[in-house]
C-alpha cells in the first residue's frame, strides 16, 4: 500500500507540477478499518487551478491508479472545495474527522463545514441507499456470489449514514463500526444483529450458505429500513 502511495504521488507531483497543493487519503485506509479484500484507497486532490487541461494531466496516473483496483482521485480546486462543503457535509465532515496528508497543505486542519443541510443529506442518503438495496436485491436473489457481494459492498455506506445520524443527534459518536450500530440501535429502537452479521461476512473465513445469506438479508434490510423511517420521523420534528 505505501509504495503504491508513493508512486501515485509522485506521478501527480510530475503531472501537475506546482498546480498541485494537497494530495490526500481518506476513508477505511486513513480511519485504520482498511480491509484489502473490501476496502479501497480514496484519494482526494486539490488544484490551484482546475480547468480541462489541467485536469488531463492528471489522466495518465489517474488511469495507472485505476489499473491497480483503486477509484480514480476526486480532483477539486481550492475556491470550489470550500463553496461545496455544504453540499458535501458528510463526506467532508469524515474526511476531517479521519484523513491522511501525502502531499501538500493540511487542507482540512481548518476546515468549515457548515450543518445547514446535513440532516437532509443524511435522510436523502439513507432512502437512496435503502432504494438501491432492494433493487440491486433483484438480480442478487438465487445468486450466492452476488449476493454475499450484494451484502458487503452496501455496509460501508449504512455505516458511514448511521455515524452522521448519531452525530446529527446529539450522541457521541464510536470509533469503531460495530459500536457504531450498537449506539444507533439503542438510540432509534431497531434490531442490530443483521447489521451485525454483515459486518461479519466481511471477516469471516468459512463462505456462509446461500440459506444462511438469505436470513441475513432480511434481517440487514428490515434494520436499514428501520433506521430510515425513524430517522424520517424524528427529522420531521424539528422542522
Known amino acids: 500500500m505505501e509504495k503504491d502511495l508513493a508512486e501515485l504521488v509522485d506521478g501527480l507531483k510530475l503531472a501537475a507540477g506546482a498546480n498541485l497543493k494537497a ?17 479501497d484507497l480514496n484519494i482526494l486532490c486539490v488544484l490551484e487551478r482546475l480547468d480541462g487541461a489541467e485536469l488531463q494531466k492528471l489522466t495518465h496516473t489517474s488511469r495507472w491508479w485505476e489499473k491497480k483496483g483503486h477509484p480514480a482521485p476526486l480532483v477539486f480546486d481550492r475556491d470550489e472545495l470550500h463553496r461545496s462543503a455544504d453540499v458535501f457535509a458528510i463526506e467532508f465532515l469524515d474526511i476531517q474527522r479521519s484523513n491522511r496528508v501525502l502531499f501538500g497543505e493540511n ?105 444462511e445469506l438469505e436470513r441475513v438479508f432480511h434481517a440487514y434490510l428490515g434494520a436499514v429500513t428501520h433506521v430510515v423511517e425513524e430517522i424520517d420521523r424524528r427529522f420531521d420534528q424539528l422542522q
Open 23 to 39: 494530495v490526500v487519503l481518506y476513508g477505511s485506509a486513513a480511519t485504520g478499518e482498511f480491509q484489502p479484500r473490501h476496502s
Open 107 to 211: 487542507i482540512f486542519a481548518n476546515f468549515d463545514v457548515p450543518l445547514d443541510l446535513h440532516r437532509q443529506q443524511i435522510e436523502r442518503e439513507l432512502r437512496t441507499n435503502v432504494l438501491r438495496l432492494r433493487q440491486s436485491y433483484l438480480t442478487a436473489a438465487k445468486n450466492e456470489k452476488a449476493l454475499h457481494r450484494l451484502l458487503t459492498e452496501s455496509i460501508s455506506s449504512f455505516i458511514v449514514l448511521f455515524r452522521h445520524a448519531l452525530l446529527a443527534e446529539g450522541a457521541p459518536v464510536p470509533q469503531s463500526r460495530r459500536a457504531v450500530v450498537e449506539s444507533l440501535a439503542a438510540k432509534l429502537g431497531f434490531d442490530a444483529v443483521g447489521v451485525l452479521q454483515v459486518l461479519g461476512l466481511r471477516e469471516a473465513v468459512r463462505e456462509p450458505s446461500y440459506a
